[in-house]
C-alpha cells in the first residue's frame, strides 16, 4: 500500500516542481542517488521500470527509503500496461507514470487511488487522459513534440492542464526558465541530473547540487 496519497503525490510534485527520473540495477547505487537527490531537497523520484528485474530493486529500496528519506515520495516510471502496473502497486508505489496513454491502467490505479501521469504528445491525448482522471498529464517526449511552444500553446485553450514535461530538460537557467514560463506544473529531469561520470564515479555531492540548483530555478520561475 502507497504511503502517500495521490493528492500528497500531486501538491509535491506542484510545490517542488522538479522530478528526477533514473534507473539502474544496481540497488546500492540507486539507493545513494535518492538519497543525494533527497539531500538536495527532491521530495518526489521516478524510479523507472527499464531493465529485468526492476522490481525487485524498486522493492528494496521503496522500503530502504521510508527509513532513510521519510519524506520521499517513490514512484514507478515507463509503465506501459496494467499488470506491471498492479504488481508495483502491491510493491507499494506511490504514483505512476508511462510514456504513453492505457486506460486499462486508469483502471487499476484508480480503484487503487493512485496516481497515474500518462504520456501525450497531442491535445486530443491531454484530453482524453484528463478525461479519464489524470490530474497531471506527462507530456512525452516533450524536445520533440515542440518544446516550450508547444505546453504554451495547449495550455491557452486548455488553462486548467496541469502538465509535466519529459525528455529535453535540463538544470539549466535558460532550459528550466523557458519550460516554466511556459506553463509546465513540473519538470521530469532524467540523464541530464545524473551525468555518466558522476554515476561512475560515485560523486553523489554533484547529483545533490544538481538537485539543489534544479530546485531554487524552478522556484524562482514557478
Known amino acids: 500500500m502507497s504511503r502517500f496519497s495521490r493528492l500528497e503525490v500531486y501538491n509535491a510534485m506542484i510545490e517542488t516542481g522538479v522530478v528526477p527520473v533514473f534507473y ?6 540507486a539507493k545513494q542517488v535518492v538519497k543525494a537527490c533527497y539531500e538536495g531537497g527532491i521530495r518526489v ?23 532513510e528519506c521519510p519524506e520521499m515520495i517513490l514512484g514507478v516510471g515507463s509503465i506501459v500496461d496494467a499488470p506491471t502496473a498492479a504488481l508495483y502497486i502491491q510493491l507499494g508505489t506511490n504514483f505512476v507514470v508511462g510514456p504513453l496513454l492505457n486506460p486499462d491502467i486508469f483502471k487499476v490505479c484508480n480503484r487503487r487511488q493512485i496516481a497515474y501521469s500518462p504520456g501525450c504528445a497531442t491535445t486530443t491525448e491531454i484530453g482524453w487522459a484528463q478525461e479519464l482522471g489524470a490530474e497531471i498529464v506527462k507530456v512525452f517526449p516533450g524536445g520533440n513534440v ?3 511552444s508547444f505546453v504554451k500553446n495547449i495550455v491557452g485553450p486548455m488553462p486548467w492542464s496541469k502538465i509535466m514535461v519529459t525528455g529535453g530538460v535540463e538544470p539549466t537557467e535558460d532550459n528550466l526558465s523557458a519550460w516554466f ?23 553523489w555531492y554533484k547529483i545533490t547540487e544538481l538537485s539543489k540548483l ?4 524552478a522556484k524562482k520561475y514557478k
Do not use: Y
Request: charged share 25%; with cysteine.
Open 24 to 29: 539502474h540495477a544496481n540497488v546500492e547505487t
Open 45 to 67: 523520484f521516478e524510479f523507472t521500470n527499464r531493465g529485468d528485474f526492476a522490481q525487485d530493486v524498486f522493492s528494496e529500496l521503496n522500503r530502504w527509503a521510508e527509513k
Open 181 to 203: 514560463e511556459a506553463g509546465v506544473a513540473c519538470v521530469g529531469m532524467g540523464s541530464n541530473l545524473f551525468p555518466k561520470e558522476a554515476i561512475k564515479n560515485e560523486d
Open 214 to 217: 534544479s530546485l531554487s530555478i
Open 146 to 148: 515542440g518544446g516550450p
